[in-house]
Nanobody
Framework: QVQVVESGGGLVQAGGSLELSCVASGYGTYTMTWFRQAPGKEREFVAG????????NYGGSVKGRFAISRDNDKNAIHLQMNSLEPEDTAVYYC??????????????????WGKGTLVTVSS
């Protein structure tokens, strides 16, 4: 069992920055991702990073503004979010791919999920 815990959400003005963090407990290193879900919308892929950090993928709406990184010593990933827009308002979820070898941009490819952290961007 892997426990996934997000932190760092909050309220920020448009154009500002915020950093989210996620820690996954348990032995091993995994592909880890960020998804987000706004009210009334489907869960959307934000960013993902492979277990060794060699592969980083981003959703189209955040490319160039967000950056994902990882610290394997702490089994943690971080999401630096810059130039935030009101449209970025959502609950952000961290997910871990331990067993499933599928496309990291698909929710069904993830094995464990955190409870989410709310990001609110005011205009």
């Amino acid at each position: 069992q892997v426990q996934v815990v997000e932190s760092g959400g909050g309220l920020v003005q448009a154009g500002g920055s915020l950093e989210l963090s996620c820690v996954a407990s348990g032995y091993g290193t995994y592909t880890m991702t960020w998804f987000r879900q706004a009210p009334g919308k489907e869960r959307e892929f934000v960013a993902g990073i492979s277990w060794n950090g060699d592969t980083k993928n981003y959703g189209g709406s955040v490319k160039g503004r967000f950056a994902i990184s990882r610290d394997n010593d702490k089994n943690a990933i971080h999401l630096q979010m810059n130039s935030l827009e009101p449209e970025d308002t959502a609950v952000y979820y961290c997910a871990v791919q331990k067993y499933n070898g599928g496309d990291m941009s698909l929710p069904r490819s993830m094995d464990y999920w955190g409870k989410g952290t709310l990001v609110t961007v005011s205009s």
